[in-house]
């Protein structure tokens, strides 16, 4: 399937276009590179309101996975008086599948470091936290580099550009805990205590980090602060399509010839997005599509047949709307933005046990539908997988999934129920295959079956 | 005696100083990092006491935050870590194998330490390196593209360093 030729791969890029610019992780040259010039614009000629508003005509939605309107979530935040607001970056990034942010932070520090002065600005946070989870070890160094950098030519510290505003930028590191990238046990952990989830309300917006008014964005939503004023909300939205504006990072991963981090204007269908050399150059060793996680982990998994088309038969995009179509019968989510490829010889019952004990080993434990559901998800999904289960641990499976979906503080709960719905609804001949064929399905994998045949439309 | 050089002494009171003033339990997780590096890859109760001290906590504030994250080892551990990912993946590229690989290469099962003290294997659940797959953390770095071939020379790598430290 080359069809590359045929498609336009002219994607505007706005976060990742100065990516490869040799010394563009160091001030010096990111400045020489227009970099900056978003925090001037700021500080000097808009008020606070004027740069919310900006963030709201935008469009922007968050980039961590929940999709919220970023300049709607900022409005929220209370200012009451003498009473000090905080705004929170969550790098937190460990949604199996996404390795963007990481990407953005590695490379383009001084781009994430430019976007949270202007929102600190923005929401009047003179001490701002950078939380990253523990792993990214090295990374620390590089963002801590960045911030001195930036405060030893004025961007950062006391009295910025002679306007009076007081900024500081402090690195956290977390310590392993997926749940940690959920804001209110981010919060948690930045106060030094277990991730264990807040119940809202009160959200952060009122009673955050130490009690206090608090914005928790994802690395990518803060650093599209940087283009969205420095072309206008107006602008940044017409890119993209509908609801989706602006620009989306995406990280692509599993079976594919060309696995990073993608910058794409969302106007692009799934299928050139897997198979054109621009992104992910197809599926190496000529093998077929079977299956693919578009959004992280957490989204449901959709057959080869309904991802790149709709059940409606229409062509399948690369942006919020599109990839939701259907809703979760026949459609997905775009979510954090990890695309996670799973080719023709890849079980879907063994990588949806994968994801099973990945939740177990992260659910918090603080509900109980939770704590104990992933855990017997788990337990079922490798009786299976090792051909030792029964029909009607299927039907268990999706009742217990169907029991935590909703029923938990936080959204670990759904995040751990989707993937096990979205694999029996659309794989369940495979789950049955394997305790049908419980020997052979030691030997070898279902394969392709019918899930990459045409889809029938009814007229 | 569990004791912080004065360097060190110094980089706790500037962690302390980034949160507000009488929320010095915010830089627990960063404190607890600097104490694994200082004492051995390791928090030992006596360890977790001390950081309590430092941040004029109850030792309990410590255990209950130590125990909950995974980076945090309550349990000795070699030289060299190799946390491999399993997760999704990671698994749709083989880290089953590479697992396998390094268990069977230093004859120790995920979670154990080779007799030597050198090595500890573990398994890890996503390390946001998946376009990067197989792979491992090794200390504060990654290592990516894994293969048999690379696991051997990182053990190789390893033992000479560890060597050339004795």
């Given amino acids: 399937m080359a069809k590359a030729t045929q498609w336009n791969t002219m994607g505007r890029k706005l976060l990742l276009e100065k990516a490869h610019v040799e010394g563009i992780r160091y001030f010096d040259v990111y400045r020489r590179e227009g970099g900056y010039r978003s925090v001037e614009k700021a500080l000097k000629t808009m008020t606070q309101d004027e740069i919310v508003e900006e963030v709201k005509k935008s469009g922007l939605r968050g980039r961590g996975g929940a999709g919220f309107p970023a300049g709607m979530k900022w409005s929220f935040i209370a200012k009451p008086e003498g009473v000090p607001r905080h705004l929170v970056c969550n790098a937190d990034e460990s949604e199996p599948g996404t390795f963007k942010d990481r990407y953005l932070m590695e490379f383009l520090p001084h781009l994430l470091i430019e976007g949270l002065i202007v929102a600190s600005y923005a929401l009047g946070s003179n001490t701002t936290y950078i939380y990253i989870r523990g792993e990214y070890a090295w990374i620390p160094d590089i963002l801590e580099q960045a911030i001195a950098e930036a405060k030893a030519n004025g961007f950062l510290g006391k009295n910025i550009l002679g306007t009076g505003f007081d900024c500081e930028i402090y690195v956290q590191r977390g310590a392993g805990a997926y749940i940690c990238g959920e804001e209110t046990a981010l919060i948690e952990s930045l106060e030094g205590k277990r991730g264990n989830p807040r119940i809202k309300p009160p959200f952060p917006a009122i009673k955050g980090a130490w009690g206090r008014p608090t914005v928790v964005n994802n690395v990518e939503t803060l650093a599209s602060v940087v283009p969205i004023i420095n072309e206008g909300g107006e602008e ?216 990459a045949d045409p889809i029938h439309v009814p007229v | ?79 060299y870590v190799f946390e491999v990912c399993q997760t999704g993946p990671c698994m749709l590229n083989g880290s089953d194998n590479i697992i396998a690989y390094i268990s069977q290469t230093l004859g120790i099962k995920a979670g154990e330490t080779t007799a030597d003290g050198l090595f500890t294997l573990k398994t890890a659940e996503c390390l946001g390196a998946c376009g990067y797959a197989p792979m491992m953390q090794l200390g504060k770095h990654y290592r990516e593209h894994l293969t048999k071939e690379k696991v051997d020379a990182i053990i190789a790598e390893c033992r000479a360093a560890a060597a050339a430290n004795n």
Wanted: one cysteine or more; aromatic letters at 10%; charged letters at 20%.
């Fill in chain 1, 236 to 451: 940044y939205a017409k890119i993209g399509v509908g609801k989706s504006t602006g620009t989306k990072l995406i990280s692509a991963c599993g079976n594919i010839n060309k696995p990073g981090v993608y910058e794409i204007d969302m106007t692009i269908s799934v299928e050139e997005f897997i198979y054109s050399d621009e992104y992910c150059g197809g599926i190496p060793n000529g093998k077929r599509l079977k299956a693919c996680i578009p959004g992280g982990s957490s989204v449901p998994i959709l057959p080869a047949n309904l991802l790149l088309k709709t059940a409606k038969g229409e062509t399948r995009y690369m942006n919020y709307e599109s990839l939701s179509d259907g809703g979760f019968a026949t459609g997905s989510m775009m979510g954090s933005g990890g695309f996670i490829v799973l080719d023709e010889d890849q079980c879907v019952v063994r990588n949806t046990y994968s994801l099973a004990r990945f939740y177990r080993h992260e659910s918090c434990g603080q509900c109980s539908p939770c704590r104990e559901g992933t855990g017997w998800m788990e337990k079922l999904l490798l009786r299976l997988e090792k051909g030792e289960g029964k029909i009607s641990d299927i039907d268990l499976l999706w009742d217990i999934q169907s029991k935590i979906e909703g029923n938990t503080i936080c959204p670990l709960g759904d995040a751990a129920a989707w993937p096990v719905a979205a694999a029996i609804r659309h794989f369940r001949d495979e789950f049955e295959w394997h305790v049908t064929h419980a020997a052979e399905a030691q030997t070898r994998n279902y394969g392709l079956a019918h899930y």
């Fill in chain 2, 1 to 79: 005696m569990v004791q912080f050089s004065e360097e060190r002494l110094a980089k706790v009171k500037e962690i302390i100083a980034r949160y507000p003033d009488g929320k010095q339990k915010s830089a627990l997780l960063p404190l607890l990092h600097l104490a694994q590096e200082n004492f051995g890859g390791w928090l030992s109760a006596e360890t977790m006491d001390y950081v309590a001290s430092l941040l004029q906590i109850e030792p309990i504030e410590v255990y209950e935050v130590a125990t909950f994250y995974s980076m945090y080892n309550t349990k000795p551990v070699g030289k």
